[in-house]
Antibody, heavy 118, light 108 residues
């Protein structure tokens, strides 16, 4: 069983909007938080934010505050990462991961590659 | 924000040798530290949590130690599949967490 499955790669133009998804299976959502991590080309991991599907409680890193929105639809066990106006600098691989409260990421989605280019 | 600093940036090791990776926190994080392994084109994989507890299915050659601000990941005898990038992450400031910049373990 694959706990988290992410939506496919996206190619967008600057200024466009985008919403990528992370779908849980089985019990992969129940009782867990879902976090998002950015990895720019050839770079390291950056913690973006996290959301609890049970009550949609969310926290976003100050580095990403105002740049992205994190949401969830618990009825379909799916978390989302959304941009209203993409920039070229948003080009990166984005991973979602499952987090036990107070703990690390114990499993990860396969990643969604976002390319923003005119 | 807690800053995590890993060293060295690159570690060249021969197969079968021991690898020692370091991670330092800018303030005490108790034992709330994880280590991840990432291979090219793959998502990260949790190796160690709570500084020294191996995650499910992780071989015993991987061990973690440390508390407070200084932590170490040791790979006792490097196998070919262990050449990868390793990241530490603190979750003391949960739900916010920060990663180190990574250490690449390459074949010498």
């Amino acid at each position: 069983e694959v706990p988290l499955v992410q939506s496919g790669a996206e190619v967008k133009k600057p200024g466009e909007s985008l919403k990528i998804s992370c779908k849980g299976s089985g019990n992969s959502f129940s009782g867990y938080w879902i976090g998002w991590v950015r990895q720019m080309p050839g770079k390291g991991l950056e913690w973006m934010g996290i959301i609890y599907p049970g009550d949609s409680d969310s926290r976003i890193s100050p580095s990403f505050q105002g740049q992205v929105t994190i949401s969830v639809d618990k009825s379909i066990s799916t978390a989302y990462l959304q941009w209203s106006s993409l920039r070229a600098s948003d080009s990166a691989m984005y991973y979602c991961g499952r987090v036990v409260r107070g703990g690390p990421f114990d499993s990860w989605g396969q990643g969604t590659l976002v390319t923003v280019s005119s | 924000e807690i800053v995590m600093t890993q060293s060295p940036a690159t570690l060249s090791v021969s197969p079968g040798e021991r690898a020692t990776l370091s991670c330092r926190a800018s303030q005490s994080i108790s034992s709330l530290l994880a280590w991840y392994q990432q291979k090219p084109g793959q998502a990260p994989r949790l190796l160690i949590h709570d500084a020294s507890t191996r995650a499910t299915g992780i071989p015993a050659r991987f061990s973690g130690s440390g508390s407070g601000t200084d932590f170490t990941l040791t790979i006792s005898s490097l196998q070919s599949e262990d050449f990868a990038v390793y990241y530490c992450q603190q979750y003391h400031s949960w739900p916010r967490g920060t990663f180190g910049q990574g250490t690449k373990v390459e074949i010498k």
